[in-house]
């Protein structure tokens, strides 16, 4: 079955960094675009930044551009998310998820992983 499973959430001061992981299984990891979304408390979900499948294009929110990084290897099923910069507003329920070939929505999503950014 499809599985995204997201490790690396944890607290940090404002100003560190994190990286995030989505080990993927269940499908043809390489031909699906893959994103990172976040839902802080009382807010509704929103994207943070996606990758194609190849890892050609990327795109990002522009609350995040110049401090997150995505990145993914396709050898390992595996996408990543570079936070740098964190600041408290970053705090949020962080999900991967995948949009398959010529699908207009995300199909699959992972379970969550907290972020906790301190002052």
């Known amino acids: 079955q499809v599985q995204l499973v997201e490790s690396g959430g944890g607290l940090v001061q404002a100003g560190g960094s994190l990286r995030l992981s989505c080990a993927a299984s269940?499908?043809?990891?390489?031909?699906?675009?893959m994103g990172w979304f976040r839902q802080a408390p009382g807010k509704e979900r929103e994207f943070v930044t996606g990758i194609s499948s190849s890892g050609g294009v990327t795109n990002y929110a522009d609350s995040v551009k110049g401090r997150f990084t995505i990145s993914r290897d396709n050898a390992k099923k595996t996408v990543y998310l570079q936070m740098n910069s964190l600041k408290p507003e970053d705090t949020a329920v962080y999900y991967c998820?995948?949009?398959?070939?010529?699908?207009?929505?995300?199909?699959?999503w992972g379970q969550g992983t907290q972020v906790t950014v301190s002052i």
């Open positions: 269940g499908f043809t990891f390489g031909t699906y675009a």
């Open positions: 998820a995948a949009r398959g070939p010529h699908a207009g929505t995300y199909a699959y």
